[in-house]
């Protein structure tokens, strides 16, 4: 368990950031009980939290902070696996900027003096305006936690002391005050330089974060888009075949149509020469040929429908703010690369072929077939000779590879010189 007990000297808070905002804030005390389990927070259950450790000293200047990242379980206690020692850290950390009385000790992702625990950690906001060293810096001096504030003992310096002596010549005092001012512009410019390496890490740092949420992002999305495209895939594949089985029950209800029809004109035409039963008969037989018609209509008009909903599929349009409308509207490009091609910018039309058969693309646009195209990527990835021994085990011995799909020969260049002619 981390320490986070009352400094060394002066005072010690603990400040949980919510953004920009200080949605909490507390003493170290406090915060060591929740570290020993003691008690838990039920507005925090199962919450990555922000926090910084400040140090102070008797005056509330602050000395050191510490940037980490604490969890909260489902019942709103503290990760009892959590040991990062921040009260040493806050005394071990390097320079950072001045909040009033001089450089304070900053531990932070960026400016990490223990390399194991960089991960949890996290860079302060250092931008222009409201930054996280100002917001902590007024809830210092706010002073909400009710430290008790010392006021300094003023020092007595040589100057107020009387001596008796000769005075000190105007050059030299002039001197002295010169080199003052210098070395005080020396540690103004050495504490901006500070300051600004520091912003160029954490702004480095929150890029690099930031591009990672953005690459993870993409990945989950293109994973949901071939998700999609499967389905998609799965629902065509099952329209076509209900489409195959209705044309062809629909064919056979022709033929039945066709000899029912031949039926019936037989059957008006024995109707006619026979007695009057025979007309009845007949009667029945047309409106059973009616109903068939009907039946085969509705069919038709079934076909015709599904037909269209197979044309929706094929035709319709990518919801918006999907990877799939920004690469229709090439706001944004999918490129894939693949051995002799090099990189492939794929148009959108050629998506759903592409992930279909990733090879037989690669293999139609080297101009090659698909066996073709792998018998040279088998070679490329492995030029060995392939010729099989009379024990049946592969020779194997390194050929020169070809670089180019369209100049390799098989039987030729994946065979030594040995084997060549074999």
């Given at each position: 368990m981390g320490s986070a007990g009352q400094a060394s000297e002066g005072y010690a808070a603990v400040f949980f950031m919510d953004g920009k905002k200080i949605a909490r804030q507390m003493r170290a005390s406090e915060?060591?009980?929740?570290?020993?389990?003691?008690?838990?927070?039920?507005?925090?259950?199962?919450?990555?939290?922000?926090?910084?450790?400040?140090?102070?000293?008797?005056?509330?200047?602050?000395?050191?902070?510490?940037?980490?990242?604490?969890?909260?379980?489902?019942?709103?206690?503290?990760?009892?696996?959590?040991?990062?020692?921040?009260?040493?850290?806050?005394?071990?950390?390097?320079?950072?900027?001045?909040?009033?009385?001089?450089?304070?000790?900053?531990?932070?992702?960026?400016?990490?003096?223990?390399?194991?625990?960089?991960?949890?950690?996290?860079?302060?906001?250092?931008?222009?305006?409201?930054?996280?060293?100002?917001?902590?810096?007024?809830?210092?001096?706010?002073?909400?936690?009710?430290?008790?504030?010392?006021?300094?003992?003023?020092?007595?310096?040589?100057?107020?002391?009387?001596?008796?002596?000769?005075?000190?010549?105007?050059?030299?005092?002039?001197?002295?005050?010169?080199?003052?001012?210098?070395?005080?512009?020396?540690?103004?410019?050495?504490?901006?330089?500070?300051?600004?390496?520091?912003?160029?890490?954490?702004?480095?740092?929150?890029?690099?974060?930031?591009?990672?949420?953005?690459?993870?992002?993409?990945?989950?999305?293109?994973?949901?888009?071939?998700?999609?495209?499967?389905?998609?895939?799965?629902?065509?594949?099952?329209?076509?075949?209900?489409?195959?089985?209705?044309?062809?029950?629909?064919?056979?209800?022709?033929?039945?149509?066709?000899?029912?029809?031949?039926?019936?004109?037989?059957?008006?035409?024995?109707a006619r020469e026979a007695s009057p039963t025979s007309g009845a008969e007949a009667v029945l037989l047309n409106e059973q040929l009616e109903r068939k018609q009907r039946e085969l209509e509705m069919r038709d008009e079934k076909i015709v429908l599904l037909e269209q909903e197979l044309h929706e599929l094929r035709h319709r349009e990518p919801p918006e703010n999907t990877v799939m409308k920004q690469l229709q509207e090439q706001s944004v490009f999918l490129v894939a690369y693949h051995a002799g091609i090099g990189h492939l910018t794929l148009p959108f039309d050629d998506i759903e072929t592409y992930f279909q058969n990733p090879t037989a693309y690669a293999a139609d646009k080297c101009g090659l077939n698909e066996p073709a195209y792998r018998d040279w990527l088998d070679h490329y990835e492995n030029p060995v000779c392939r010729h099989q021994n009379a024990d049946g085990k592969p020779c194997e011995h390194p050929v020169m590879r070809v670089s180019q799909p369209a100049d390799f020969r098989p039987g030729i260049d994946d065979r030594c010189d040995e084997h060549q002619g074999a």
């Open positions: 915060f060591g009980a929740f570290l020993d389990g003691y008690v838990g927070l039920s507005d925090l259950k199962e919450t990555d939290v922000k926090a910084v450790y400040v140090s102070l000293s008797d005056e509330l200047h602050i000395l050191g902070m510490v940037f980490f990242c604490i969890y909260f379980d489902d019942e709103g206690r503290a990760d009892s696996s959590w040991n990062i020692p921040i009260e040493e850290l806050s005394v071990s950390g390097g320079k950072g900027p001045n909040l009033g009385d001089g450089p304070i000790r900053l531990v932070c992702k960026s400016q990490c003096p223990v390399a194991g625990i960089k991960d949890e950690l996290w860079d302060p906001d250092m931008a222009p305006g409201n930054n996280t060293f100002q917001v902590i810096r007024k809830a210092i001096e706010s002073n909400s936690l009710k430290f008790q504030k010392r006021e300094p003992v003023p020092e007595i310096s040589d100057d107020d002391i009387p001596v008796l002596g000769q005075a000190v010549a105007p050059e030299i005092a002039g001197k002295s005050q010169a080199e003052q001012e210098l070395k005080a512009e020396r540690n103004r410019i050495a504490s901006q330089l500070r300051e600004h390496r520091l912003r160029i890490k954490t702004l480095q740092s929150v890029h690099r974060d930031a591009l990672a949420d953005s690459r993870r992002e993409h990945r989950l999305e293109m994973q949901a888009m071939r998700t999609e495209l499967a389905e998609l895939e799965q629902k065509f594949e099952r329209i076509r075949l209900a489409n195959e089985q209705l044309k062809q029950r629909l064919a056979q209800r022709n033929e039945q149509y066709l000899v029912m029809q031949e039926q019936v004109s037989q059957s008006v035409e024995e």
